[in-house]
């Protein structure tokens, strides 16, 4: 009966109402503020159904986006077709199937390639922004606490590191590793080529964090850690880096989209992921690159440049959400 009524107390916590003089945590004051924000909150909504609809669809219908059938090349939406189907040498059989976004030159499904081709594009993406958040932090954090030589080392290697174009350097990476002899699938080089730029996307992180943390390794609460002897190692993880995870959280949501656009970019140029073998969001608007397909075939360009559209609003929307409920200023609008 105790471990019962220990439940119902458990439970009968979300229903208490909030009273006047409860104090609220810095992380439930960020929730809140987040909340109150409409467009945040409707962004943060509109990726949730993306999330949902990309990965969990292509895990019910798991369809091969490269499979061709040239007899029922650029079907409009909303047709049912009959598709040949080969298991052997003489064994075929014929299927119907619906095609709900019509089917590209080569008969391939619009709809389940710009399924996969999203899903493509969010992990290619996460990959890019988490290293490259990783390392800002890391830099940001020893270049702000310890200070002196070491400190205008890192940013002086920061400063070269930023001054490095950003979008020529993607493309000459790109050519280079894609007419390499690297034994690696077309993805798993998009995959190398967003690692090498989240190795040179960390430095505007970086400057952030180590102004955040010159502000506050000079408090009280840390220089009575440093009194009591504690490892530096401790003071930085548990004690400086919580006080500016809101910016690493804020920068990484941003930079999240901005990985997005930048393998869109490049697939869409001809040096990211290559279309007859992996399907992404930037190499399917290429073919809205003719008149013909602009004026009559709306279904191959008009839909993965709206889910583009949308993943980057939503990403923007949550970054921008987050931004104004961490700054305490925001209460006051």
Do not use: C
């Not at 999330?51 to 049912?80: H, R």
């Not at 077309?186 to 090498?196: G, P, Q």
């Not at 809205?288 to 949308?310: A, D, E």
Request: glycine share 8%.
């Amino acid at each position: 009966m105790k471990f019962i009524d220990k439940i119902k107390d458990f439970f009968s916590n979300f229903k208490k109402e909030k009273r006047d003089d409860e104090v609220l945590t810095p992380m439930q004051m960020i929730i809140q503020n987040f909340k109150s924000k409409k467009l945040a909150m409707f962004g943060l909504y509109l990726f949730l159904v993306l999330i949902i609809f990309v990965f969990v669809l292509s895990w019910i219908f798991p369809y091969n986006p490269l499979i061709t059938d040239i007899p029922n090349m650029n079907t409009p939406p909303f047709t049912m077709v009959s598709t040949q189907y080969d298991k052997g040498t003489e064994d075929t059989y014929f299927a119907d199937r619906f095609l709900v976004l019509g089917s590209d030159r080569l008969g391939r499904d619009t709809f389940f390639r710009i399924i996969e081709g999203t899903k493509f594009s969010l992990k290619v993406s996460f990959v890019g922004v988490t290293i490259a958040t990783l390392i800002g932090v890391l830099v940001g954090s020893v270049s702000g606490y310890v200070g002196g030589r070491t400190d205008n080392l890192l940013m002086r290697f920061a400063e070269i590191v930023r001054s490095i174009p950003f979008l020529p350097l993607a493309i000459t990476l790109s050519f280079i590793i894609k007419q390499s002899d690297l034994d690696m699938s077309d993805s798993a080089k998009v995959y190398l080529i967003m690692v090498i730029l989240g190795l040179i996307g960390w430095t505007g992180l970086a400057r952030m964090i180590r102004g955040q943390i010159l502000s506050v390794k000079e408090s009280d609460f840390i220089l009575a850690a440093k009194a009591l002897g504690i490892k530096t190692r401790n003071i930085i993880l548990r004690h400086i880096l919580p006080n500016v995870i809101s910016i690493v959280i804020v920068s990484a949501t941003l930079g999240f989209a901005g990985f997005v656009l930048t393998e869109a970019g490049l697939s869409f140029l001809g040096f990211g992921a290559d279309g007859a073998t992996q399907p992404s969001l930037g190499n399917l608007l290429t073919s809205g690159q003719t008149s013909t397909v602009i004026r009559s075939r709306w279904w191959l360009w008009i839909p993965p440049g709206f889910m583009l559209f949308i993943t980057v609003l939503s990403i923007n929307l949550i970054g921008d959400g987050l931004r104004d409920a961490i700054d305490p200023k925001s209460n006051d609008r």
